[in-house]
């Protein structure tokens, strides 16, 4: 079984700073895109930001310039550290990841992590 638990949501005011983390455990054999999801209330689930196994950025027009997506490859970690709050970035955010289970078997499943409220308050 494989698990994404995140972690660091919370309330902060406008302008404020967050650090979301995300760690995968179980049977792991490698991860190649690890990434965050987003889900305000009456909205469809958006990418926030997305990160190769090589340590490529990939983020949203809503988000540049103000999020900053990281991993760490030795603890099958992700990170998203959220700077300049904006009562707009108010969601659920979820992890994501490819994840290969096997070294035998050369497939990727996506997994989700359960989830962590973020509420930015103006």
């Known amino acids: 079984q494989v698990q994404l638990v995140e972690s660091g949501g919370g309330l902060v005011q406008a302008g404020g700073s967050l650090r979301l983390s995300c760690a995968a455990s179980?049977?792991?054999?490698?991860?190649?895109?690890m990434g965050w999801y987003r889900q305000a209330p009456g909205k469809q689930r958006e990418l926030v930001a997305r990160?190769?196994?090589?340590?490529?950025?990939n983020y949203a027009d809503s988000v540049k310039g103000r999020f900053t997506i990281s991993r760490d490859n030795t603890k099958n970690t992700v990170y998203l550290q959220m700077d300049s709050l904006k009562p707009e970035d108010t969601a659920v955010y979820y992890c994501?990841?490819?994840?290969?289970?096997?070294?035998?078997?050369?497939?990727?499943?996506?997994?989700w992590g359960q989830g962590t409220q973020v509420t930015v308050s103006s």
């Open positions: 994501n990841a490819e994840i290969r289970r096997s070294m035998v078997v050369y497939t990727f499943f996506n997994y």
């Open positions: 179980g049977s792991i054999f490698s991860i190649n895109v």
């Open positions: 990160i190769t196994s090589s340590g490529t950025p």
